[in-house]
């Protein structure tokens, strides 16, 4: 037997002896034993790391924030967390509920809150203070974030409103063609309309639509909408009532831009022969209708907006037609168009979408008006907004005579029965509560249009299909309902501020109009008119 021996311990021994025969010598080898890390040993434990590790650093950070207030020395704090983390934990989270429920109850408006979350941190950390003053300060600076936000939004929709008194660039540039044209075109100047066509204008037998506005573009819109989707457009028949600086221009568009087979006529202000007393009457409409705008713009102030739900009744005083002639003027309609006894009337705002010859057809059932008072969006929800959004019921005359839950009805397209308005007192009435505003300060109603008019007509409205007036379209952006029932509507209102000619139009609904701008007109494309 031999034995090799190396540094490293045995390494082959070699048994021998003298009786093996002629074989060679048998040789044992051991194989030295050693641990091997496989990828299959390794991959579990770096994944168990990896899932605990996050959880203990953050457990730590935790204990290291409580320790600031509630334990001696950071030491001792993550060895009494580790060890009963749960009811350290429970207990901080009792103290911070029972902290915020307190900082709810007190008022904090007037304390000058901090500007941001990092001014927070910091403030927290290098102080050292506890629980109940972070939610103290947190809640003052949230209190102080959603001042400025409530502030923003006041300002947004004051400035939403003060853009829609503009005129744009491009309408005034149309404006200013036109009027050169009617000087220089003899085409602009012709007769409206043509003298074979005169004898329509007062004809029963013809559909009649009267629109009162200073908006050339937005006027052609509306007979061009209400042309092209009308099942008989030779009946139509267009009275345009404007004042007396857009005559000019007015009377040149459509005098240059004829429709086939359909009558229009452009009327100024400045060529009726009124009555002195129809004139005195006007007049003093005029000036009562600023004296209430002028003592409610006046009078606002910045908490008037604090509650965005009443932002809209407020912003009224902004609403360029608040002072608008040609708005005021539809009490004068029968005197207006003293040969005409059924008319539909259209504000300059609307798209006529639909056939709206049934309109002519339809019995008001000895009412003065037709027009829009349910609506579509289910019950006790109205359209036209409730008579409380426009009248003062804080005032004992107002309340004494209207409800404050009734629905007010739609105006922009409506049905007038001029025989029957006649026959009424209906423009008597108006004029007696005007001077009853007058007599009690001016504060039986919010500005505008709309809210005497509502008293006036009171008792002579016909409610109509909802389906034939959906209005609106200038304060919201529709959503999937409301893209629904535009589709099916005869007439689409832009009411509101959001006019689509203006910038300030809804993108989603400002198609319905532009295609109904005539883009191929030469004035058009050189004011670069928005289409």
């Not at 009792?94 to 900082?103: G, H, N, S, W």
């Not at 074979?196 to 029963?204: A, G, I, M, Q, T």
């Not at 509101?496 to 494309?525: D, Q």
């Amino acid at each position: 037997m031999k034995f090799y021996i190396s540094t490293s311990g045995i390494k082959r021994v070699t048994i021998s002896s003298s009786g093996a025969g002629k074989g060679s010598p048998a040789t044992f080898t051991p194989t030295a034993t050693r641990r091997t890390i496989t990828a299959r040993t390794l991959l579990p434990v770096l994944l168990v790391l990896g899932i605990v590790l996050p959880f203990l650093f953050v457990r730590i950070a935790f204990l290291v924030l409580e320790s600031t207030s509630n334990c001696s020395s950071t030491l001792d704090c993550i060895g009494r967390g580790l060890f009963s983390g749960s009811d350290s934990s429970l207990k901080l989270r009792d103290e911070l509920t029972r902290a915020l429920l307190e900082a709810k109850e007190v008022n904090l408006h007037n304390e000058e809150g901090i500007e941001s979350f990092d001014e927070l941190v910091r403030e927290m950390t290098s102080k050292s203070q506890d629980i109940k003053t972070f939610a103290f300060k947190t809640k003052a600076m949230l209190s102080r974030m959603e001042r400025k936000v409530q502030s923003a939004r006041q300002r947004e929709s004051i400035y939403w409103h003060l853009a829609s008194h503009g005129v744009p660039k491009s309408l005034h540039c149309l404006c200013l063609k036109l009027a050169e044209e009617y000087a220089v075109n003899a085409m602009a100047r012709s007769r409206l309309p043509p003298p074979e066509y005169v004898s329509r204008l007062s004809d029963p037998s013809f559909h009649h639509l009267v629109l009162l506005t200073d908006n050339i573009l937005a006027a052609s819109v509306v007979v061009s909408s209400t042309v092209q989707n009308s099942a008989n457009p030779e009946k139509l028949v267009f009275h345009i009532v404007t004042d007396k600086k857009t005559y000019t221009p007015m009377h040149a568009w459509f005098a240059t831009n004829p429709i086939k087979s359909v009558v229009v006529e452009v009327k100024g202000l400045h060529q009726y022969d009124w009555s002195q007393e129809v004139n005195v009457k006007v007049k003093e409409m005029l000036e009562i209708h600023h004296l209430i705008w002028s003592r409610y713009y006046n009078n606002l102030k910045e908490e008037d907006f604090e509650h965005e739900s009443q932002n809209k009744r407020y912003l009224e005083a902004f609403s360029p037609s608040c002072l608008s002639l040609m708005n005021h003027l539809r009490i004068y309609i029968p005197e207006l168009f003293p040969n005409l006894n059924k008319i539909v009337f259209l504000d300059d705002d609307v798209v006529v979408q639909h056939d709206i010859s049934p309109l002519w057809e339809m019995d008001l059932n000895e009412k003065v008006i037709g027009a829009v008072v349910d609506s579509w969006c289910g019950d006790d929800c109205c359209p036209g907004r409730k008579f409380k959004d426009y009248l003062n019921f804080s005032h004992p005359v107002i309340s004494s005579n209207f409800d404050h839950d009734r629905c007010a009805w739609l105006y922009g397209m409506n049905v007038f029965d001029l025989e029957a308005w006649r026959t009424s007192n209906i423009t008597a009435t108006y004029h007696q509560w005007l001077k009853l505003s007058l007599r009690n300060g001016l504060g039986l109603w919010y500005p505008g249009v709309i809210p005497p008019t509502l008293i006036a007509f009171e008792g002579h409205v016909h409610p109509i299909d909802p389906s034939f007036h959906v209005d609106g379209l200038g304060y919201r952006i529709p959503d999937v309902r409301d893209r629904e029932l535009l589709e099916t509507a005869a007439v689409i209102h832009f009411s509101g501020p959001a006019k689509p000619w203006l910038e300030i139009g809804v993108p989603e609904v400002r198609g319905l109009w532009n295609k109904h701008v005539n883009l191929s007109n030469k004035f058009v494309r050189k004011c670069r008119v928005m289409g």
